[in-house]
């Protein structure tokens, strides 16, 4: 209680094109007794009409988180490893403004339990110096947690980014996504 | 200190703390039926208020909870105010009274929590009231057998002595006593086992709390013991005792995680605003064409996030906020490939 080993020098690194949607992720987060085994990552099909392309989606940490910054019953907090927590369960009061307002799309409403939850990077696991359960079982490298040297070393066509664009909007993240090797920014705009 | 100190806020909280000393002294009838052995109790309730309505000001002042507290309003008051009505006594029944939403947590954790809200909340109900001399008891002159209650210095209803409705009211607070301590049992046996409530909870946050409840719980029971079985030879002791653990957690109440009991009537709103979004136009997410929200709320999410600085307009003129969260995510893992393509290399 109120103690932690949070390693400092580890990152999370995510790339949506290695996504290869077999799950796993999902059971592994299921896992995480902090969420009441509900997973909280998104695995999605893309454009399912289209193609057959997956994609995955883990909460980013924003600096400045708009989902804590819209909530109105202030049920959101950043811990001071940058850690975006879900939604205080003695708070929240179920409006869905976080919902709506993430630009990743990562918060859920669960119905039933008037709660928003969300991905807090399995504090259980990585307060405790272990990785989050979706990073550890991934088999394509879509999502990876360790530190910078180890992500340059296996990655060295792609840089780590953590800077997106969404219209006029500025987010930068603790998560980072891995792009093509020298660019600084991901810009999300028209489909 | 002063620099952060928010006058508006401080103003409504004094004129709310005034309100609140004249209806003492207008409801004691001139401090004539007040305890004046209860008189600590009584400042820790004055400071109490100032707290809880200086924050809860302070709170209703940001943005997005300022524009779900006027927009709750004024739903109520446009007409449908029997319609809404409705709403909000079924919500206050089934999830305040019944406490659903958390039970749908977990069972324990649902009938540990309803134990201690109805435990304090009928503390409440006895407690304030007596504190600020609304209520007195009193001999029915002429006899030894009749209690007489008063309230605001007039008599509501008399009781015989020594029967079963007599132990009922002497011991209100002995009942929410048990109700609280059997709560907190449950609670800290969650606190103690769950690994991952084990992993995210803090001293401050949640252990205080429920130590707290349960040395007022144990301390007030303690009182009724010691003049039943001991004579009161620990009377001195356990009120001491039991009164710095009320006045700690009066003081503590507009501060820490008791105030959630002051902020969550916020959700009955909020299930006026969810009917109200549900009746209206449906906000339809330009990636899925599907319905995702109403678009009262959308609207409103967007005014919000302008107002707190965020601008997610885009060069088509649409805002991202207009996406629901899995167009969102489709948008991010499109733009993702399309930087992917523009370089040459699906993966690297």
Known sequence: MNTTTFRTDQEFFFDPQRCIGCHACEMACAECETNGQTAMIHVDYVDRFLTTQTSVQVCMHCEDPVCAKVCPADAITKD??????????????????????????????????????????????????????????????????????????????????????????????????MMPKGATELIVDSE | MFNTLNLRAAWIAAVATA???????????????????????????????????????????????????????????????????????????????????????????????????????????????????????????????????????????????????????????????????????????????????????????????????????????????????????AHQFMAITHAITVILFLLWMPFGKFYHIIQRPAQLGIAIYRRAGAEGPQAVCPHTKEEFDSQMHVDDVKAVAAELGFNYARKDGKSHIEYSPRGKRALLAKAHLKARQKAGSLFG
Not at chain 1, 147 to 166: D, G, H, L, M
Not at chain 2, 133 to 138: A, E, V
Not at chain 2, 186 to 194: C, D
């Open chain 1, 80 to 177: 001071e490893f940058g850690i975006v927590h879900s939604a205080n369960t003695a708070r929240c009061i179920a409006c869905s403004n976080c919902v709506q307002a993430c630009p990743f799309g990562v918060p859920k409403k669960v119905e039933p339990l008037d709660l928003m939850m969300k991905c807090n990077m399995c504090y259980d696991r990585t307060s405790a110096g272990k990785k989050p359960m979706c990073a550890t079982v991934c088999p394509s490298g879509a999502l990876f947690y360790g530190t910078r040297e180890q992500i340059t070393r296996n990655r060295p066509k792609s840089s780590p980014v953590n800077t997106f664009r969404f219209g006029q909007q500025l987010v930068k993240t603790k998560v980072n996504i």
């Open chain 2, 19 to 233: 309100l609140l000393v004249i209806s003492i002294l207008v409801g004691s009838r001139n401090l004539t039926n007040f305890d004046p052995a209860l008189v600590a109790y009584l400042f820790g309730c004055i400071f109490a208020c100032f707290g809880i309505v200086y924050r809860y000001t302070v709170w209703l002042q940001r943005p997005p909870t300022w524009r779900y507290f006027a927009r709750g309003w004024k739903l109520f008051f446009t007409g449908r105010t029997i319609a809404y009505g409705w709403e909000l006594t079924k919500h206050f029944v089934v999830q305040f009274l019944g406490q659903k939403f958390i039970r749908n947590r977990s069972k324990a954790r649902g009938y540990g929590h309803m134990l201690m809200a109805w435990g304090c909340l009928l503390a409440f109900a006895v407690t304030f009231p007596l504190v600020f001399g609304w209520i007195h008891f009193g001999l029915k002159p002429g006899g030894i057998n009749t209690y007489e209650i008063f309230t605001f210095g007039f008599k509501v209803m008399e009781f015989p002595l020594h029967t079963v409705l007599a132990e009922i009211i002497f011991n209100a607070l002995n009942w929410s006593a048990i109700l609280v301590i059997v709560g907190v049992m449950i609670m800290m046996r969650r606190r103690l086992t769950h690994a991952g409530q084990i992993a995210i909870q803090t001293f401050e946050g949640d252990w205080l709390p429920l130590l707290l409840l349960l040395a007022i719980s144990l301390t007030g029971l303690g009182i009724s013991l010691d003049y039943k079985f001991m004579e009161g030879k």
